[in-house]
């Protein structure tokens, strides 16, 4: 997914560092570190390297044990504060011996004062990772479990060791060992002031997301103890999320951009493992999202799914007894604006569409897997980038959607409603035939990822016209409705896609010019919300010009 690089903060960092009147450089020797992690990747060997720059080792628990596995000297946390470990592991750093080590101001005489009267030694590197919080709530672990696995001492020493950055070092990821091993390599065994603060500001980020991870499960186990009328908007909401990718620019050359993950388990760009082509781009990333999300709407076990997005619109979506024949219909649909688009597969991608997919140029597959032959046909297309997302996300799972604004952000709930044939009320005279309820359910699962107004003509299991995006719903009608001629006209065909057609709204018609402008197009069955306060005339018109139509009472907004 290309190389991450150092996120925003550390630009400020340096900028603090200007204006800092301490020296750039401000070397403080590294004596004595304290190593208490959870995640042990690269532990041994980072250890052995601090001893070489003659540091002592002090450590915690099953970090002490896994060190002194290794034959590396090792003073057990215990014999510092003089308690042992209690409480399975509870207490064991919350101790002045250790905070006072880390958050001594060394060339402060009352400090060195209280440091000697009380027999606390300086800890010059901390080096600690936390309790696999995130890890736990993602495999769904009881209640129980999950309180346990919240880290108290961990955080505790990291913002000691951060605030007091001008003597102390901080590590809280894998990932800065061998940074740091340089540094000291350079530096005759000391850390610059430089360095300092940014691995404070990375140890601050930390423990920010670290509490954000826990806020937001407790809320979520305690709302769902309550009754869903008593549920309320939490008081305060936090967000953090893990740089992924630094992007090469935003939706323009001159934004700048980056690929955050937040840490919730939803299988698309976040999960996928890129297959050759060149870094994703922000628009990319956004309209592929668009496209996964999309397709997810179709179930794979028992249908072939293909979502054609553009500018994170559908431009044609279809559903066949395979991927290839359900690619050929989505592409029917508007095969001009699938140049240059994304498509997204609900299934594993085969070598067979592969090939079809291969014959224009596309900037982005996603589906779950694909298999040898798919991976060969595409590799060989240089700026196309395969990604395999290694499931599809559930479209009826709950989760958050977040917008910012001036002073602010808008958070609302996923929008994961989907309507169900027994929940249709027919309102004409004349109900809907099999063939049209079936495309009726599917134009408006469509429509529901398509920007607003929307209107969405399908026949088939296949898009045939797409209005999107209009200020006006009837401009959207007749978009769409001439998308379905253009698309008929690229197909070699006299009569419109759209002759026969169930036509979808996103939300109520407002007016019956919009019902009308779709009939006059060919559609003859219409599945809208209602609740206009002119739905006896939308329902007037329909009848008068045969239509079936049914109301969902759900709308699909999308902005």
């Known amino acids: 997914m290309g190389a991450t690089r150092a996120p925003c903060y550390f630009a400020l960092a340096r900028v603090m560092e200007k204006a800092s009147p301490m020296s750039s450089q401000n070397l403080r020797p590294v004596r004595r570190a304290l190593l208490s992690v959870s995640d042990k990747t690269g532990l041994i060997e980072f250890a052995q390297s601090l001893s070489t720059f003659g540091v002592e080792l002090i450590s915690t628990g099953g970090t002490a044990k896994a060190l002194t596995a290794a034959g590396l000297k090792v003073t057990d946390v215990a014999a510092v504060t003089g308690f042992p470990e209690m409480m399975d592991g509870r207490l064991k750093t919350l101790h002045p011996r250790v905070h006072g080590g880390l958050l001594a101001l060394r060339d402060e005489p009352t400090h060195a004062k209280a440091m000697q009267e009380h027999g606390i030694e300086g800890i010059d590197l901390l080096v600690c990772n936390l309790y696999p919080f995130e890890e736990t709530v993602a495999r769904k672990a009881g209640f129980d479990e999950t309180i346990e696995n919240i880290d108290i001492g961990g955080p505790a020493m990291i913002r000691a060791a951060s605030k007091n950055h001008s003597y102390v070092a901080v590590i809280v990821d894998v990932e800065d060992y061998a940074p740091l091993l340089a540094e000291l390599a350079a530096n005759k065994g000391a850390t610059t002031l430089t360095t300092r603060k940014q691995l404070a500001a990375r140890a601050y980020a930390r423990t920010a997301a670290y509490d954000v991870a826990i806020s937001t499960w407790f809320g979520q186990a305690t709302a769902m103890a309550q009754k869903?009328?008593?549920?309320?908007?939490?008081?305060?909401?936090?967000?953090?999320?893990?740089?992924?990718?630094?992007?090469?620019?935003?939706?323009?050359?001159?934004?700048?951009?980056?690929?955050?993950?937040?840490?919730?388990?939803?299988?698309?760009?976040?999960?996928?493992?890129?297959?050759?082509?060149?870094?994703?781009?922000?628009?990319?990333?956004?309209?592929?999202?668009?496209?996964?999300?999309?397709?997810?709407?179709?179930?794979?076990?028992?249908?072939?799914?293909?979502?054609?997005?553009?500018?994170?619109?559908?431009?044609?979506?279809?559903?066949?007894?395979?991927?290839?024949?359900?690619?050929?219909?989505?592409?029917?649909?508007?095969?001009?604006?699938?140049?240059?688009?994304?498509?997204?597969?609900?299934?594993?991608?085969?070598?067979?569409?592969?090939?079809?997919?291969?014959?224009?140029?596309?900037?982005?597959?996603?589906?779950?897997?694909?298999?040898?032959?798919?991976?060969?046909?595409?590799?060989?297309?240089?700026?196309?980038?395969?990604?395999?997302?290694?499931?599809?996300?559930?479209?009826?799972?709950?989760?958050?959607?977040?917008?910012?604004?001036?002073?602010?952000?808008?958070?609302?709930?996923?929008d994961n409603g989907r309507v169900t044939e027994n929940e249709l009320r027919v309102v004409t005279k004349r109900k809907p035939t099999d063939r049209e309820l079936k495309d009726l359910?599917?134009?408006?699962?469509?429509?529901?990822?398509?920007?607003?107004?929307?209107?969405?003509?399908?026949?088939?299991?296949?898009?045939?016209?797409?209005?999107?995006?209009?200020?006006?719903?009837?401009?959207?009608?007749?978009?769409?409705?001439?998308?379905?001629?253009?698309?008929?006209?690229?197909?070699?065909?006299?009569?419109?896609?759209?002759?026969?057609?169930?036509?979808?709204?996103?939300?109520?018609?407002?007016f019956a010019d919009g019902l009308i402008a779709a009939a006059d197009a060919g559609a003859t069955a219409v599945i809208q919300p209602g609740g206009s306060m002119r739905d006896e005339e939308v329902i007037a018109a329909a009848d008068e010009r045969g239509l079936a139509m049914v109301l969902t009472s759900m709308r699909h907004f999308r902005h």
């Not at 779950?368 to 479209?395: C, F, V």
């Not at 007749?478 to 379905?484: D, E, G, P, V, Y």
Request: overall charge positive; glycine content about 8%; proline content about 4%.
């Open 228 to 414: 869903p009328e008593e549920r309320t908007p939490p008081r305060r909401f936090a967000l953090a999320g893990h740089l992924k990718q630094t992007l090469r620019y935003g939706e323009n050359p001159h934004q700048g951009a980056a690929f955050y993950t937040t840490g919730e388990h939803r299988f698309g760009v976040a999960t996928a493992t890129q297959v050759g082509g060149k870094e994703l781009s922000f628009n990319n990333i956004n309209d592929t999202d668009a496209a996964y999300e999309c397709v997810a709407e179709f179930d794979a076990k028992t249908t072939a799914a293909i979502a054609i997005i553009k500018h994170a619109n559908p431009c044609g979506v279809a559903t066949a007894a395979t991927l290839a024949e359900a690619y050929k219909l989505a592409l029917r649909c508007d095969p001009v604006s699938a140049y240059g688009g994304i498509v997204a597969c609900n299934r594993l991608l085969d070598g067979a569409t592969a090939a079809e997919l291969a014959k224009i140029f596309t900037e982005v597959i996603i589906a779950p897997d694909a298999d040898e032959e798919a991976r060969k046909i595409l590799s060989a297309k240089k700026n196309l980038r395969l990604l395999l997302a290694q499931g599809l996300p559930d479209p009826a799972t709950p989760g958050m959607n977040l917008r910012t604004v001036a002073g602010g952000f808008l958070l609302q709930s996923r």
């Open 441 to 510: 359910l599917f134009a408006f699962r469509v429509a529901k990822h398509v920007k607003s107004n929307t209107i969405v003509y399908a026949k088939d299991g296949a898009t045939v016209g797409i209005g999107a995006g209009q200020m006006s719903r009837i401009d959207s009608a007749r978009i769409a409705a001439w998308k379905a001629q253009e698309a008929a006209r690229a197909a070699g065909l006299t009569e419109s896609l759209a002759k026969g057609s169930a036509v979808a709204s996103d939300a109520f018609f407002p």
